[in-house]
T-cell receptor, first 113, second 112 residues
């Protein structure tokens, strides 16, 4: 069964450092999402791609976060510099298209010290 | 006020019990309603997906949507210890381009 892949699974970093997360969606899925889930809360959308284009990044803190999906397949989410409040689970999801079922990866758990 | 409200629990029930999980929402544009299950330190997995008001059944799980009251429910029959997880309701619709708006999640423990 096809799955969304994410790496690393866990990341510990110090504040002010740069971190990057990688996501490989299910093959053929045109839509890719990055969500952030703070402990004890539901996921919140950071950025949504349709192929290589950003369609929604209204909740992405653009002063420190960036995301790209250069060839419309895998994607990278970067934080620079990391802050204590960025400690959370970063989830990637993909779907065949907009309004289709979203399938989530296992997430990257980030701890900023 | 959050667009989606969900009681975080925690909820603890004995094996075999019927579990009821609920969410309310305020955005009338929501048209798609989902329930995800999330085990500790894992990503959410889709349990149920509904579009219209009414009931949808899948094995031991029943999803119920009442758009007039802006209220959705998930019922689990004959609950098992393996059902112990966090259950997240999620919604989409309108001009959200597929963005899911999640509830806070309800922590469920089913004890033998």
């Amino acid at each position: 069964e096809a799955e969304v892949a994410q790496s690393p699974r866990y990341k510990i970093t110090e504040k002010s450092q740069a971190v990057a997360f990688w996501c490989d969606p299910i093959s053929g899925h045109a839509t890719l999402y990055w969500y952030r889930q703070i402990l004890g809360q539901g996921p919140e959308l950071l950025v949504q791609f349709q192929d290589e284009s950003v369609v929604d990044d209204s909740q992405l803190p653009k002063d420190r976060f960036s995301a790209e999906r250069l060839k419309g397949v895998d994607s990278t989410l970067k934080i620079q510099p990391a802050e204590l409040g960025d400690s959370a689970m970063y989830l990637c999801a993909s779907s065949l298209g907009v309004q289709e079922t979203q399938y989530f990866g296992p997430g990257t758990r980030l701890l900023v010290l | 006020q959050k667009e989606v409200e969900q009681d975080p629990g925690p909820l603890s029930v004995p094996e075999g019990a019927i579990v009821s999980l609920n969410c309310t929402y305020s955005n009338s544009a929501f048209q798609y309603f989902m329930w995800y299950r999330q085990y500790s330190r894992k990503g959410p997995e889709l349990l149920m997906y509904t579009y219209s008001s009414g009931n949808k059944e899948d094995g031991r799980f029943t999803a119920q949507v009442d758009k007039s009251s802006k209220y959705i429910s998930l019922f689990i029959r004959d609950s098992q210890p393996s059902d112990s997880a966090t259950y997240l309701c999620a919604m989409a619709g309108g001009t959200s381009y597929g963005k899911l708006t999640f509830g806070q999640g309800t922590i469920l423990t089913v004890h033998p």
